[in-house]
């Protein structure tokens, strides 16, 4: 149960986001581009488990994408403002096909199932 309010919490997240990408008006080819950009906060594995999964978990929260996007609306600077939804976009795809924060011991475990 938990786990599937999780699931379903990604893709709102992922669908509300597409929404408000949709309604700025930015280039498609853009998000498209960008979507998978996160991933490379996976490069932190190289160094070990611990590390890896600490920068991993910094790039899969919410927090920075968020307050880029709030300093994007405050700033009133549209490119920002696509790279945070895309951003947030990314992260919520990722939670609804079940990939989540990582834990230390090793990069097939997370908070929301072991893939």
Request: glycine share 8%; net charge neutral.
């Amino acid at each position: 149960m938990n786990k599937g309010l999780l699931h379903l919490e990604g893709l709102i997240v992922l669908l509300g986001s597409l929404y408000f990408y949709a309604s700025i008006d930015a280039s498609w080819w853009l998000f498209f581009l960008c979507l998978f950009l996160p991933d490379l906060f996976m490069l932190g594995y190289v160094m070990n488990n611990r590390i890896g999964a600490l920068i991993y978990n910094i790039g899969h929260t919410y927090v920075f994408p968020f307050i880029l996007l709030i300093l994007s609306v405050s700033l009133n600077l549209d490119l920002l403002l696509a790279l945070s939804l895309i951003w947030i976009a990314h992260i919520g795809m990722d939670r609804t096909v079940g990939y989540g924060l990582k834990y230390p011991s090793q990069f097939k475990e997370t908070h929301l199932q072991k893939v």
